[in-house]
Each structure stands twice: as structure tokens, then as C-alpha cells.
């Protein structure tokens, strides 16, 4: 026995010993070692920039600046990151030990044993690897400006590449010059969270689509039934009622998406059924998160195994207990583009030019004809319902996920995507308490879309 606890030790301290040799940049870029002079970790770091070159962050005479103008620093501190790793999903607290690069060149064994006097930094080299992402500064700035005093999130990628142009979280801040009350005032609740990919709300009408979807795939020539909205009607125990009581009339699928009626598609999650609804819920991301840049998202969540029919019916509409992260919706966006497999979307595009990601297609959301009759109807929604910039051919579903008893406040949602060869662009919008509905959405993407066309069509 003390033969094996004896040979234990020792593979134990060679493994350990192997480890730090190898790992040496990670080990001694970890905030607990107190070997390194006391900087923030930051002062010998990398670039970061954007995809036209532009710095976001950079490290001068052992210290950390960031883009000389505040929009653009308050626009991407989700992405780039602060001096702290307070924003868990951003670029410098992920990708901290690759940033700064540190090497030693003292020894490895040796120098473990030696009195702190003479552990020196000389043995130790720090060079910066310099990190290029995928966004648009320019995009950013225009995003944030378009969410006004808003809560919420914007995120456009696109589909074909995976490439994110601009993801925006608000409330956001100035990582240069961090506010002092940052942890105490309500303004900044929740600034250190990416609500684009950490944060889930609840989707309203822009869940139809997986709603739709399911019907599509499971009801037989669904497209050609016809009902008629009362605009309040009973259903299980309760009633369902589209926006304001107001009576839609005679609807097919195209014209129930359009004109958004909760009831037509209340009916249909009920008609689906509990395991339908769910299966093709989570064929749609739902019950799961996504993984990329060494980040995992949030989840989306549709969990109806204890719902009635009513809530049932609720829950066809993005109501009930339902939530979705931005990200999520704008991939489902990017699957109908795409034909029905969304791409992984990205944020990294290279390290010291070497590229880090390429295209990688996720599990299939939904099958090709489904994709296209939802494009279809999708389209038909943006052309005839929603004051969008009509500069692209553009795709949209709107949402309105109420959050008040009186439907007075309500997370306002905007999805879609752009059918453009020089612009394959998915997105999501949402603001959080808005009193007028989808409109503020639809307003804060127009910004970005304008921009978009500026730069890119």
C-alpha cells in the first residue's frame, strides 16, 4: 500500500509538473498569481479590432485604452469587455490568457523553489496577440444610439457565414471611465449582462413562426384551411384574445401571420397538442443553448407539460411560460433564410491573422418547404403590415410579449432577415417596458438598417 501511495505522488507531481510546462501562459495569467506585478493583466494585451481594422482596445506604456469615441466604447463593452471580468461573455475575460501571451523564459522547475526576493517579471516575457472580430463599430454606434433609454438587445449576423456585424446590449457603459455607481444605481441593473446572448424574454407573436412551423410540417394542407377571428374567443378554460379585442375576420395562415392573430394560432398549439408543439419547439432551439467563441448562450425555454389548454394555447403565441434569448430568435430567422438550417453564428474572425472560425451549419430547425413558405409569409408581413426600410427585400415578424396585467407594457420584438446577396443578414430586436408596442422595435432596426445600407449593399 505505501509502495502505491508512494508511486501515486510522484506520477502526481510529474503530471502536475508536465502541466504547468505546457499550460505556463494560462498559470500565470490567472488572477490568483501574485508572482506578476500588480497590473490589471491588461497592460501588455493584444489589439482588439474591429472587421474594418478599427481599435476598440488596445494597451499603451502598460495601460489599457479603449476607442477614442465613448458611443463606440459603451457600444461594444459587451463584446470587448472592461479591466475586470465582471461581463462574463466578452472577449477579454474568455480569451484573458491569449490576449496577454505571457511566457516564461526562467525556469520552470528551479524558479518554483526560490524565496520571492529572487523571483523576478525578467523571467517572465509578455507579448500581446491581437484579436480581430467580426463586427461593425460603425453598426454598433448606430444600434445603440437607435435603443434610446431602452433595455434590450440588437444582434444582426449573418446567415450564410455565421459572422456577427453588430450585437448591442443595453444598459451598457464606458469601460474607460467606469461609472462609480455602477453597482448600486438602478440604470446600470443587469450592465454587466450580454442580454443578447444571456438573457431570455418572453417572445410574444414572433414565436408563431415555431407555432406556424409545427402546423406546416404536421397538419396536412394547413395553408388552405381557412378560419374566422372574433377577436375574443374561449378556449380550454379560459379566453384567448388578439390585440385589443379586435375581430380579424376570415384568415388563412398567411393572413393570420401578418395580421398576427393570437387566436388562429392559439387554436392551432392546441389542435398541435403538448409533445408536437414541444417537439418542434426544440427542433427550434428551444430547451437548449448554443455554444461558439467559448461562450454558451442562455437557454430558450418551452416547457408545457403542466399547462391546461388555455395556457396551452398561450403558449402557441409566446406567452404562458415561454422565453427565447436574442440570439436564438435571430437563428431561426436565419434558418428559414438559409433553407432551413441556421448557421453557428461568430464573433471571432482571427488572432494575430490567423483565422479562428469558419461557416459550421447547426441541426436542421426545419425542413426546406417549411422554410419556404414561411419566407413566403414572412415577407408578405414585412411588405404589407410593417413600416420597415424597404431599401432591402426584406423578411419580418413582429412581437409583442405583454408583461403587464393590463397589456399596457409590454418587451417589443422584431425579427427577421434580409433576402440580399451582398447583405444575408438575420437579426433579432427587442426593448424591454415599452408602452407602444412593436413599433420601437421596428424604429431601432430601421437605424441599423439605414446604416447597413450605407455601408455594405
Same mark, same amino acid.
Given at each position: 500500500?505505501?509502495?502505491?501511495?508512494?508511486?501515486?505522488?510522484?506520477?502526481?507531481?510529474? =503530471?502536475?509538473?508536465?502541466?504547468?510546462?505546457?499550460?505556463?501562459?494560462?498559470? #500565470?495569467?490567472?488572477?490568483?498569481?501574485?508572482?506578476?506585478?500588480?497590473?490589471?493583466?491588461?497592460?501588455?494585451?493584444?489589439?482588439?479590432?474591429?472587421?474594418?481594422?478599427?481599435?476598440?482596445?488596445?494597451?499603451?506604456?502598460?495601460?489599457?485604452?479603449?476607442?477614442?469615441?465613448?458611443?463606440?466604447? +459603451?457600444?461594444?463593452?459587451?463584446?470587448?469587455?472592461?479591466?475586470?471580468?465582471?461581463?462574463?461573455?466578452? &472577449?477579454?475575460?474568455?480569451? /484573458?490568457?491569449?490576449?496577454? *501571451?505571457?511566457?516564461?523564459?526562467?525556469?520552470?522547475?528551479? %524558479?518554483?523553489?526560490?524565496?520571492?526576493?529572487?523571483? +523576478?517579471?525578467?523571467?517572465?516575457?509578455?507579448?500581446?496577440?491581437?484579436?480581430?472580430?467580426?463586427?461593425?463599430?460603425?453598426?454598433?454606434?448606430?444600434?445603440?444610439?437607435?435603443?434610446?433609454?431602452?433595455?434590450?438587445?440588437?444582434?444582426? =449576423?449573418?446567415? +450564410?457565414?455565421?459572422?456577427?456585424?453588430?450585437? #448591442?446590449?443595453?444598459?451598457?457603459?464606458?469601460?474607460?471611465?467606469? $461609472?462609480?455607481?455602477?453597482?448600486?444605481?438602478?440604470?446600470?441593473?443587469?450592465?454587466?449582462?450580454?442580454?443578447?446572448?444571456?438573457?431570455?424574454?418572453?417572445?410574444?407573436?414572433?414565436? +408563431?413562426?415555431?407555432?406556424?412551423?409545427?402546423?406546416?410540417?404536421?397538419?396536412?394542407?394547413?395553408?388552405?384551411?381557412?378560419?374566422? @377571428?372574433?377577436?375574443?374567443?374561449? #378556449?380550454?378554460?379560459?379566453?384567448?384574445? @388578439?390585440?385589443?379585442?379586435?375581430?380579424?375576420?376570415?384568415?388563412?395562415?398567411?393572413?393570420? !401571420?401578418?395580421?398576427?392573430? *393570437?387566436?388562429?394560432?392559439?387554436? !392551432?398549439?392546441?389542435?398541435? %397538442?403538448?409533445?408536437?408543439?414541444?417537439?418542434?419547439?426544440?427542433?427550434?432551439?428551444?430547451?437548449?443553448?448554443?455554444?461558439?467563441?467559448?461562450?454558451?448562450?442562455?437557454?430558450?425555454?418551452?416547457? &408545457?407539460?403542466?399547462?391546461?389548454? *388555455?395556457?396551452?394555447?398561450?403558449?402557441?403565441?409566446?406567452? =404562458?411560460?415561454?422565453?427565447?434569448? $436574442?440570439?436564438?430568435?435571430?437563428?431561426?430567422?436565419?434558418?428559414?433564410?438559409?433553407?432551413?438550417? $441556421?448557421?453557428?453564428?461568430?464573433?471571432?474572425?482571427?488572432? *494575430?491573422?490567423?483565422?479562428?472560425?469558419?461557416?459550421?451549419?447547426?441541426?436542421?430547425?426545419?425542413?426546406?418547404?417549411?422554410?419556404?413558405? !414561411? /419566407?413566403?409569409?414572412?415577407?408578405?408581413?414585412?411588405?404589407?403590415?410593417?413600416?420597415?426600410?424597404?431599401?432591402?427585400?426584406?423578411?419580418?415578424?413582429?412581437?409583442?410579449?405583454?408583461?403587464?396585467?393590463?397589456?399596457? &407594457?409590454?418587451?417589443?420584438?422584431?425579427?427577421?432577415?434580409?433576402?440580399?446577396?451582398?447583405?444575408?443578414?438575420?437579426?433579432?430586436? &427587442?426593448?424591454?417596458?415599452?408602452?407602444?408596442?412593436?413599433?420601437?422595435?421596428?424604429?431601432?432596426?430601421?437605424?441599423?438598417?439605414?446604416?447597413?445600407?450605407?455601408?455594405?449593399?
Amino acid at each position: 500500500m505505501i509502495l502505491i501511495m508512494t508511486f501515486a505522488f510522484f506520477a502526481g507531481l510529474v =503530471y502536475h509538473t508536465v502541466n504547468l510546462a505546457i499550460h505556463a501562459a494560462e498559470w #500565470v495569467a490567472v488572477p490568483s498569481n501574485t508572482h506578476l506585478p500588480a497590473h490589471d493583466r491588461l497592460e501588455y494585451a493584444g489589439k482588439i479590432l474591429d472587421r474594418n481594422g478599427v481599435v476598440l482596445a488596445q494597451s499603451v506604456e502598460c495601460k489599457r485604452y479603449y476607442n477614442t469615441d465613448e458611443d463606440v466604447r +459603451k457600444a461594444c463593452v459587451h463584446i470587448v469587455g472592461d479591466n475586470t471580468v465582471n461581463i462574463a461573455t466578452a &472577449v477579454q475575460t474568455v480569451y /484573458r490568457s491569449k490576449l496577454t *501571451n505571457f511566457r516564461f523564459t526562467g525556469s520552470f522547475l528551479f %524558479g518554483l523553489g526560490l524565496p520571492e526576493c529572487l523571483k +523576478k517579471i525578467d523571467d517572465v516575457t509578455i507579448t500581446g496577440n491581437d484579436f480581430t472580430l467580426t463586427i461593425d463599430s460603425r453598426l454598433q454606434k448606430v444600434a445603440l444610439q437607435a435603443m434610446g433609454n431602452y433595455k434590450g438587445a440588437m444582434f444582426f =449576423y449573418n446567415y +450564410k457565414t455565421g459572422e456577427i456585424l453588430c450585437m #448591442v446590449s443595453t444598459p451598457a457603459y464606458d469601460p474607460q471611465n467606469v $461609472p462609480e455607481d455602477i453597482e448600486t444605481n438602478e440604470a446600470y441593473a443587469g450592465a454587466y449582462l450580454n442580454r443578447a446572448l444571456s438573457a431570455s424574454y418572453p417572445p410574444g407573436s414572433t414565436f +408563431k413562426l415555431v407555432t406556424a412551423n409545427a402546423a406546416l410540417e404536421s397538419i396536412p394542407d394547413i395553408t388552405k384551411s381557412t378560419y374566422i @377571428c372574433p377577436g375574443v374567443e374561449t #378556449v380550454g378554460e379560459s379566453t384567448v384574445s @388578439c390585440y385589443q379585442h379586435f375581430p380579424h375576420g376570415l384568415l388563412d395562415m398567411k393572413e393570420a !401571420l401578418a395580421k398576427s392573430c *393570437n387566436i388562429y394560432f392559439g387554436k !392551432l398549439a392546441l389542435a398541435l %397538442g403538448r409533445d408536437t408543439m414541444t417537439s418542434y419547439a426544440e427542433k427550434m432551439g428551444f430547451n437548449q443553448h448554443f455554444e461558439f467563441d467559448g461562450i454558451r448562450t442562455a437557454d430558450s425555454e418551452y416547457d &408545457v407539460s403542466q399547462a391546461n389548454d *388555455n395556457q396551452l394555447a398561450w403558449s402557441g403565441v409566446g406567452q =404562458y411560460t415561454v422565453l427565447e434569448t $436574442p440570439v436564438n430568435m435571430a437563428m431561426v430567422s436565419g434558418a428559414i433564410a438559409n433553407g432551413g438550417t $441556421p448557421v453557428k453564428p461568430y464573433f471571432l474572425d482571427s488572432i *494575430n491573422g490567423f483565422s479562428q472560425n469558419t461557416p459550421t451549419l447547426c441541426s436542421q430547425m426545419l425542413s426546406k418547404p417549411s422554410a419556404d413558405s !414561411l /419566407r413566403e409569409m414572412m415577407e408578405y408581413t414585412a411588405n404589407s403590415y410593417l413600416a420597415l426600410d424597404h431599401q432591402f427585400r426584406i423578411c419580418a415578424k413582429t412581437g409583442t410579449a405583454e408583461i403587464s396585467d393590463d397589456g399596457s &407594457v409590454a418587451h417589443a420584438w422584431l425579427t427577421g432577415f434580409l433576402v440580399d446577396e451582398k447583405c444575408p443578414l438575420a437579426f433579432s430586436v &427587442v426593448l424591454e417596458r415599452v408602452e407602444s408596442g412593436s413599433t420601437e422595435a421596428i424604429l431601432a432596426a430601421n437605424h441599423v438598417l439605414e446604416a447597413i445600407a450605407q455601408y455594405y449593399a
